[in-house]
């Protein structure tokens, strides 16, 4: 039963960290170390991918220039819109850093393995969803800074600090895990179940001390069961919004069913595994956890909505 309500595992592991974080926030003298420990975890997270990551397929990828435009322009540009009009439309109803967070939302890079996956069981193009995933991870991480910057006005300015973090923190991690992946992706590969338990502890660390700054900054006094159901539906529209532009946008492009069905799981989703880490770069501690709580809601309520969808687009291909 579980199974079916939550078709992805780190869904109710997300779920699991933030009601954690709620119930037994890290605070006092355990804050600088809990932070440390996520900062650590983050470069561990960035150095895996960049081992994970194969440049030969990049390279080769790379050349279906109409997928992998679409899928750029649609995760940057028609998705950073459709989170700047989410806060828009939220900034009299919910508290201000709160639908601040739909356009931190709404710049974020695709998930990586979920998009993938999602792809392949719904008979995608597989090596164009590697490919694409990998892209815009990696050019993610230094336009979604900047593309937040130039979309939120004063709220986005990035400090020379906060810069110097995003590549210590995310970019160096990143290439030092590529100029190590002679030596370490076949150790990777060959302990994927291992790697990938490493990758969403890195998460779920990063997410929970980021969301007990929240609790501790008093997120739930700030709430209201009223605001919490308008995140809900927000996040709802979004995803149908979302979902529904990517796979009209591949019709309009005339492209092939499984370069669609690409497009769809990687032009729509959003990383929670880029999210965390940049809103822990980019906020203060105690209104990082807040920013997150949109990005947070809607990965989860994608990951469900993707395995859902994947087997639908299967049987209506007729496979």
Known sequence: MLAR???????????ATTLFASLLPVHGAAVPIAQALSTAAIVLLFFLNGVRLPRDEVLHGVRNW????????YCFGAMALLGLGAQAALAALLPAMLALGFLFLGILPSTVQSATAASSMAGGNVAASVVAAALLNLSGVIVAPLLFAALAGSAGAISGAAALRIVAILLLPFFA?????????PWVLAHRGLATLMDRSAIAIAVYVAFSAAVVGGIWDLLDIREIAIVGAAVAALLALSFGGAWLLGGVLRLARADRITLLFSGAQKSIAVGAPLAATLFPAATAGMVLVPILVYHMAQLILSAWLAPLLVRRAGV
Not at 66 to 73: E, M, P, T, V
Not at 177 to 185: E, I, K, N
């Open 66 to 73: 109409k997928l992998q435009g679409a899928a750029f322009a």
């Open 5 to 15: 309500i939550f078709p992805d595992r780190f869904v109710p592991v997300l779920l």
């Open 177 to 185: 895990g590529q100029v190590a992946q002679r030596w370490l992706r």
